[in-house]
T-cell receptor
Framework: GAVVSQHPSRVICKSGTSVKIECRSLDFQATTMFWYRQFPKQSLMLMATSNEGSKATYEQGVEKDKFLINHASLTLSTLTVTSAHPEDSSFYIC?????????????FGPGTRLLVL | AQTVTQSQPEMSVQEAETVTLSCTYDTSESDYYLFWYKQPPSRQMILVIRQEAYKQQNATENRFSVNFQKAAKSFSLKISDSQLGDAAMYFCACLDNYGQNFVFGPGTRLSVLP
C-alpha cells in the first residue's frame, strides 16, 4: 500500500519557538494532504486540508497564522507550529490521498508527538 | 455536515473468538465512502476496510468484514478469529463523494484476551 512518512517522530521544544513537521508521500503523488491533531484517548480532529500549489483550507477554530501549512510539491507538505505554547502539545498526524489510485482513501503518516515546555 | 457515532468506547474479545464493533453515521450525501481504520499502540493509523455506499455487497478483507445497512446508516465491523495483534483503537470514518469532508467517529478500544 501507499506509504506516508513524517519527520520528526517526536520533538520537544521551549515555549515561544517554532517547530516544523514534514509529511511525505513516498511512493505516490499526493495532490491533497491533511493535517490532524489527536489528544490523548480522543479521535482525530482535522486541522486543515493542504492542496499542492495553493493555500491550505483551515477548519473552523484553527488559527492559520499559528499553524502554517505549505504544500510545495506533490510529495511534501509541511506544518509549522509558530511560537509554540504548552497548549500546542499534542500528537499531529498527516495523511495523503493518492491522486492516481483510490482517491477517496487516505493514507496516514506515523504521527509526530510535540511537547512544548 | 456528516457525523459518525461509535457507541462502544471499549470492547473486549477472547482470542480466536468473533467481535463486532458498531458504527452509525449521518450524511446528506447519496454517494459516499465508509472506512474502518485501526490505531495500535504505535499510533500509526492503518486502513482496515473500505466500503463504497453505492455497492450493496458487504466488503471483506480476510478476517475483517462489514455489515453495511444503508437505510439504517449502519456500518459495523466484524473481526473473526481475533488475534492479539488486533488489539487497538478502531475508528469508523465517512467521506462524502466530493472527497472534501472526512469525518471520524470517537473510536472503540478493542482488547483481545489470551
Amino acid at each position: 500500500g501507499a506509504v506516508v512518512s513524517q519527520h520528526p517522530s517526536r520533538v520537544i521544544c521551549k515555549s515561544g519557538t517554532s517547530v516544523k513537521i514534514e509529511c511525505r508521500s513516498l511512493d505516490f503523488q499526493a495532490t491533497t494532504m491533511f493535517w490532524y491533531r489527536q489528544f490523548p484517548k480522543q479521535s482525530l480532529m482535522l486541522m486543515a486540508t493542504s492542496n499542492e500549489g495553493s493555500k491550505a483550507t483551515y477548519e473552523q477554530g484553527v488559527e492559520k497564522d499559528k499553524f502554517l501549512i505549505n504544500h510545495a510539491s506533490l510529495t511534501l507538505s509541511t506544518l509549522t507550529v509558530t511560537s509554540a505554547h504548552p497548549e500546542d502539545s499534542s500528537f499531529y498526524i498527516c495523511s495523503a490521498r493518492d491522486g492516481g489510485g483510490l482517491q477517496e482513501t487516505q493514507y496516514f503518516g506515523p504521527g509526530t508527538r510535540l511537547l512544548v515546555l | 455536515a456528516q457525523t459518525v457515532t461509535q457507541s462502544q468506547p471499549e470492547m473486549s474479545v477472547q482470542e480466536a473468538e468473533t467481535v463486532t464493533l458498531s458504527c452509525t453515521y449521518d450524511t446528506s450525501e447519496s454517494d459516499y465512502y465508509l472506512f474502518w481504520y485501526k490505531q495500535p499502540p504505535s499510533r500509526q493509523m492503518i486502513l482496515v476496510i473500505r466500503q463504497e455506499a453505492y455497492k450493496q455487497q458487504n466488503a471483506t478483507e480476510n478476517r475483517f468484514s462489514v455489515n453495511f445497512q444503508k437505510a439504517a446508516k449502519s456500518f459495523s465491523l466484524k473481526i473473526s478469529d481475533s488475534q492479539l495483534g488486533d488489539a487497538a483503537m478502531y475508528f469508523c470514518a465517512c467521506l462524502d463523494n466530493y472527497g472534501q469532508n472526512f469525518v471520524f467517529g470517537p473510536g472503540t478500544r478493542l482488547s483481545v484476551l489470551p
